[in-house]
């Protein structure tokens, strides 16, 4: 029989995450975000955080309500437009920031979640990615505190290439529209870009979902991934709310009562 992966709440779920701890966080934009398990990380009151996600929230949205806190220690991301809050954070030295072709660092989450150690990519070559000097980090002063170090490249059939590591985290958070209690979990649209990736690179990845169905209930075909990489479930409470990254209205101005 199934192990019931399910704890009674999101505090619950998250009691035992250490300050210092580095986590893969699930979520495209504001879609797919495990807002739920954010939360209770911040009323928790863990910091020293270092997170690895396509972007960092918005300014007073997912992982950019543990930002504003002062709860991040080191953010990963591929996309940083909508957090201003991240880009004042890293200018004044508050905050160490890795900008990673986007890409290379889902490739990086699913070879950390498949044991492949590290992987070559065209992705980089030729730019600061390959050659170094990236600043991570500020000093107060604004000079370069901490810069990415230069890659290794290689020849493949005469085409270089960018060495790049995997990446494995003490922690994942996802959210998934629909899971059983051993942890088998349903992505929707979107949210299927960073979430199973973020999942798999986890060493304890806990999901959220929106809905939670009984071992059997789901299709072995409609699976997005398995409960085995996953250790820990949650049912979101109902009516939580879910954010749009922007909403675009169809239709006449004057139906809407916006000027164009």
């Known amino acids: 029989m199934a192990r019931d992966k399910v704890v009674a709440d999101a505090a619950t779920a998250v009691a ?16 797919g975000l ?14 020293d955080l270092s997170v690895v996600s396509n972007n960092c929230g918005t300014d007073a949205h997912g992982l950019g309500t543990l930002l504003a806190a002062g709860r991040l220690r ?3 991301a591929s996309y940083v437009g909508d957090n201003a809050v991240l880009a004042k954070m890293w200018q004044a030295g508050e905050v160490e920031l ?17 044991g492949i150690a590290a992987f070559y990519t065209r992705a980089g070559v030729a730019t600061p990615i390959a050659d170094g000097g990236l600043p991570w980090r500020y ?15 290689e020849l493949f059939d005469g085409v270089p290439h960018v060495l790049e590591h995997a990446t494995r985290t003490d922690v994942a958070l996802v959210r998934a529209a629909l899971g059983d209690r051993a942890g088998n979990l349903v992505f929707h649209a979107a ?9 798999m690179a986890g060493r304890v990845t806990i999901a959220e979902v929106e809905e939670l169905v009984d071992v059997g209930e789901l299709d072995p075909d409609e699976v997005h991934l398995p409960g085995i990489f996953v250790q820990r479930v949650i049912e979101v409470p109902p009516g939580t709310p879910k954010r749009i990254d922007r909403l675009t209205l169809q239709g006449r101005p004057d139906q809407w009562g916006v000027d164009r």
């Open 139 to 153: 000093a107060p002063d604004g000079t370069v505190a901490v810069a990415s170090p230069s890659r290794r490249v």
């Open 34 to 47: 495990p807002t739920v398990l954010i939360q209770a990380l911040l009323e928790a009151g863990t910091t």
């Open 74 to 76: 080191r953010v990963t």
């Open 191 to 199: 949210a299927r870009n960073f979430n199973p990736l973020a999942a």
């Open 98 to 114: 890795e900008l990673v072709p986007q890409g290379t660092l889902a490739e990086r989450l699913r070879a950390g979640g498949s």
């Open 16 to 31: 035992d995450v250490p300050d210092g701890a580095s986590l893969a966080v699930g979520g495209f934009g504001t879609c």
